[in-house]
């Protein structure tokens, strides 16, 4: 067969239909589709409410967006406090660029109390769970964070590192 264009119109058609019978990831890729300016279909209502189902129904990708948004103002009201909750949930399920933003976050005053800490458990576990082959952004976000720290604050974060480390290698199968 011949392969044809991509065609946004009759993508948008079948990711709605498969959102609206419940489809997580077709949630996100309609929402995807409704922020992307090539496509020709932006709609940002339906991009935010569309990202906003997905990230209550568990997806990690759209609850990094939907954080971002709430972060920026971006198509939504801006609420930081909101956004670093998403930042969280896609955190914990290991999304690497929340991490890493929950870990800025804890670096300084803003929705979150600043806490060097967090800051740096967050950052050290992007830099571990970072599989692209330049990833000295997240080195990079780490060494800043030691540089604030004093001794006690790091050696509280190493022993915490060293504790959940020990933990997983008891606890693996």
């Known amino acids: 067969g011949v392969a044809s264009a991509p065609d946004p119109q009759s993508a948008f058609g079948w990711f709605e239909k498969a959102a609206r019978l419940g489809d997580v990831k077709a949630m996100f ?85 600043r806490d060097l800490v967090q800051a740096y458990l967050w950052l050290w576990t992007a830099a571990v769970n970072s599989r692209e082959a330049d990833h000295s952004q997240y080195r990079d976000s780490l060494q800043a964070c030691e540089a604030l720290m004093d001794d006690t604050q790091l050696l509280q974060a190493r022993s915490l590192l060293e504790a959940i480390m020990d933990c997983y290698e008891q606890n693996r199968f």
Request: glycine share 8%; with cysteine.
């Open 29 to 113: 890729e309609l929402a995807e589709l409704c922020a992307d300016p090539v496509a020709g279909i932006m709609d940002s209502l339906n991009c935010c409410a569309w990202y906003r189902r997905a990230a209550e129904a568990g997806e990690p990708r759209a609850q990094h967006k939907l954080g971002l948004m709430l972060e920026l103002g971006y198509w939504v009201n801006r609420d930081v406090t909101e956004a670093a909750t998403w930042f969280l949930q896609a955190a914990r399920q290991g999304s690497v660029e929340a991490q890493h933003k929950l870990g800025t976050l804890f670096l300084t005053e803003g929705p979150l109390s």
